[in-house]
């Protein structure tokens, strides 16, 4: 009776299949071993490991409490500020590049307290920057969900045998949203691998110092060696699909724990 729907369905599976099958179709193997052997691609994906790890790490470090914080104090603003915070998930990435570069930049507000940030930018740190912000949203968003999701009584009854807020937080609340907090972490550090628009404006594009693999692909298509970028291409679909593979296992584990 509904078959009709069958068809946007085998639509959308037409073009992500269809776009992934002629990507791994452009490069023979001896051209991907000649892409995975180049010191640039090397540069590339250890730039983008390492600075997304080190964003993840940030975005928990600030998302975490502040999604406590939100979930749990009650304050005058609370629905303005719980808006406010999905901002950068609706923002373009380049207009958040704009934003934090007019902010941190040479002539922002910030230059007369923090001289030597301004001119640090257009370096690694630029890059951790503009991956921390897009992932601090996603883990703050997810960690709020997970927060709320908990069972009062259980917090309630901690603080009867006499658990202080920090110690229920981390005794209770963080492995009753463990899940949950590791999905976020995994969505996040996802798209910190992926960050382009927000890195270009706030730590530039230049070969073998700002060069994530999204950036490889910019810069080599740019130049013309579809080869390499293509092989960068390949890559992150690859880390893309094993980190849904981890993630779509941590919820089947939460479903199954439910």
């Known amino acids: ?53 080190t964003s993840l790490c940030l975005a928990i470090i600030l998302g975490v409490p502040a999604a406590w914080a939100m979930a749990r104090i009650p304050f005058k603003g609370h629905r303005f ?58 883990i703050m968003r997810n960690s709020l969900s997970a927060f709320k999701s908990v069972d009062p009584a259980y917090i309630q009854t901690a603080q009867n045998l006499g658990l202080t807020p920090t110690k229920t937080f981390f005794l209770i609340e963080i492995p009753l949203c463990w899940s949950a907090l590791m999905s976020g972490s995994i969505i996040a550090f996802s798209r910190a691998l992926g960050e382009f628009g927000a ?10 110092k700002t060069e994530t693999l999204p950036m490889a692909i910019y810069l080599n298509i740019a130049s013309g060696d579809f080869t390499l970028a293509i092989g960068c291409a390949l890559v992150l679909i690859a880390i893309a699909i094993t980190l849904l593979f981890a993630l779509h296992r941590l919820q089947r584990e939460r479903t199954t724990s439910c």
Do not use: K
């Not at 890195?199 to 073998?208: D, E, F, N, V």
């Open 1 to 53: 009776m509904f078959r009709w729907a069958l068809i946007p369905l085998f639509l959308l599976l037409f073009l992500i299949l269809g776009s992934l099958i002629a990507l791994i179709c452009q490069l023979s193997y001896v051209e991907f071993r000649q892409v995975i052997t180049d010191p640039e691609f090397h540069f590339a994906i250890g730039m983008s490991l390492s600075t997304a790890l």
């Open 81 to 138: 500020i719980d808006a406010l915070l999905d901002l950068p998930l609706v923002t373009p990435p380049l207009v958040i590049g704009i934003g934090l570069l007019l902010l941190l930049g040479n002539q922002g507000p910030l230059t007369g307290v923090f001289p030597e940030l301004s001119r640090s930018l257009f370096s690694p740190l630029g890059i951790i920057i503009a991956q921390t912000y897009v992932a601090s949203a996603i």
């Open 199 to 208: 890195t270009l404006m706030l730590a530039g594009a230049t070969r073998l």
